[in-house]
């Protein structure tokens, strides 16, 4: 029987952010698809939880801080050539302009930018990343079309995600290096219960969205395989959209 274009059998992914939310969803549904995963992430026994939560074999997890030079070097060094990675680790932020310090903005470019990006170069650099192979980066709605109040310092970070991730698209494409992101809306993760928004604010605001509910996590994930399966084979420099229908409204 032919193989699906969306199978990841015997491909290596690298997802930071595994320890969590949307980063966790992604390792389990790449590896229920014949993936081998690199977990990432900062907290050693959430990484583990995804780990006992994957399929088939051939895992591993690699405990790296990405806003710590050391532990992005680290982690690079251990590293075979991969033929995916996911660029999902990120922090949320809730301030006001007159609140958006640069030291807060620094904290949430560093987790949500240049850190990721410091982490791709790197991996590049030092041959980390195999030809072909797909990048895809977790930006936000938030940066790009929805500029909810507060959410400047976050929203920033993440079009600068996106905006950079279309510059490494054109670059990499002569290398056989796809780069795409995607552009979740509002996600049930951890994420969103960590701020000050009440669980009765978010239900009235999920009710919004055309599809009347929030995103889960394997909804964005599905849309990482996508784009890291050669089903994607020709798209490159692309934002995908996952959000409920929400920008129709
Ligand atoms: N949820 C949403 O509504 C939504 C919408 C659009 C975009 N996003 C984006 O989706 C991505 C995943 O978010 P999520 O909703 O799944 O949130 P989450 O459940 O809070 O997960 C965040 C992940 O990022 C990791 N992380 C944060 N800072 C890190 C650092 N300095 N070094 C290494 N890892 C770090 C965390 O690792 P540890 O826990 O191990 O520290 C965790 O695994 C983020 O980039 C977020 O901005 C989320």
Sequence with gaps: MMQSPFSLTDKTILVTGASSGIGRA??????????????TGRN?????ETLSMLAG???????ADL????????????LQPVDGLVLCSGMGMMTPVQFSTRKKLMEVFDTNFLYPVELMRRMLKKKKVASPASIVAVASMGGTHFFTVGNGAYGASKAALDSFMKFAARELASKSIRVNTVLPAMI????????????EDHAADALTYPLRRYGRPE?????IIYLLSDASAWTTGSSLIIDGGKSLV
């Design 188 to 199: 049930d993760t951890p994420l969103i219960h960590r701020g000050a928004v009440s669980d």
């Design 219 to 223: 909804e964005v994930a599905y849309a």
């Design 57 to 63: 074999d051939g895992h591993v997890v690699i405990a």
């Design 26 to 39: 992604t390792a389990i549904e790449c590896s229920r698809l014949g993936a081998h995963l690199v977990l």
């Design 44 to 48: 050693v026994g959430r990484l583990e």
């Design 67 to 78: 806003t710590v030079e050391e532990d992005i070097d680290a982690l690079v060094e251990a």
